[in-house]
């Protein structure tokens, strides 16, 4: 079975400063695919980002950067700059590849609600 | 380039009455989802098709509820006898087709029905 732990469940803090949103994972599969979405108050969910399991690189888009480590099942998600349009929930989502009982379905974590004070 | 498209955003229904709700996804992608979120939780998995064919179905569907995708076009999901259990946010999905068997392409939202049970 999938499981995904966002083990911070609010975070609050002003903006300009930078916040990291933890991920951890766990799957048996060895190919799997990691997402991250936004939830804005409006409640539709935005896709962000996408990696399989091979691209340990880490990414930068803009103010968004992603750290993935396999070693510690981690995929991270660090916002720079914080702005309160950022003020969001955060949800980390795994899914299993091909072979895999869980390809067809996002299994979400809890989401991490964060608010960005002016 | 529509998104995916809920109708209706809202439901307010008494207990033991029967609710439909539609989906329409972007029209290139082939493969659509189901899922369900409460308060506080990330979404959780219901249903998967490709095209008009339902391939999966979470144990959380019970025998209550129902989903089809008769044209491989829109989606239909269909709760009998609703109980207040039911009310949560039910949100749609879809992703592009790609080569068949490959996975992990990312899923857009659409905006949600939220069902309120009394």
């Known amino acids: 079975a999938q499981k995904v732990t966002q083990a911070q469940t609010e975070i609050s803090v002003v903006e300009k400063e930078d916040v990291t949103l933890d991920c951890v994972y766990e799957?048996?599969?060895?190919?799997?695919?990691l997402f991250w979405y936004k939830q804005p108050p409006s409640g539709e969910l935005v896709f962000l980002i996408r990696?399989?399991?091979?691209?340990?690189q880490n990414e930068i888009s803009g103010r968004y950067s992603w750290n993935f480590q396999k070693s510690t099942s981690s995929f991270n998600f660090t916002i720079t700059a914080s702005q309160v349009v950022d003020s969001a929930v955060y949800f980390c989502?795994?899914?299993?590849?091909?072979?895999?009982?869980?390809?067809?379905?996002?299994?979400f974590g809890s989401g991490t609600q964060l608010t960005v004070l002016p | 380039d529509t998104g995916v498209s809920q109708d209706p955003r809202h439901k307010i229904t008494k207990r033991g009455q029967n609710v439909t709700f539609r989906c329409d996804p972007i029209?290139?992608?082939?493969?659509l989802y189901w899922y369900r979120q409460t308060l506080g939780q990330g979404p959780e998995f219901l249903t998967y098709?490709?095209?008009?064919?339902?391939?999966?179905k979470s144990r959380l569907l019970s025998d209550r509820f129902s989903a089809e995708r008769p044209k491989g076009s829109f989606s239909t999901l269909e709760i009998q006898r609703t109980e207040q259990g039911d009310s949560a946010m039910y949100l749609c999905?879809?992703?592009?087709?790609?080569?068949?068997?490959?996975?992990?392409?990312?899923?857009?939202f659409g905006p949600g029905t939220r069902l309120t049970v009394t």
């Open positions: 999905a879809s992703s592009p087709g790609g080569l068949a068997g490959v996975f992990g392409y990312e899923q857009y």
């Open positions: 799957t048996r599969d060895t190919t799997y695919y």
């Open positions: 990696r399989n399991s091979f691209d340990e």
């Open positions: 989502a795994l899914s299993g590849g091909a072979s895999s009982g869980s390809a067809r379905q996002l299994t």
């Open positions: 029209s290139e992608h082939n493969r």
């Open positions: 098709f490709q095209n008009e064919a339902q391939l999966e």
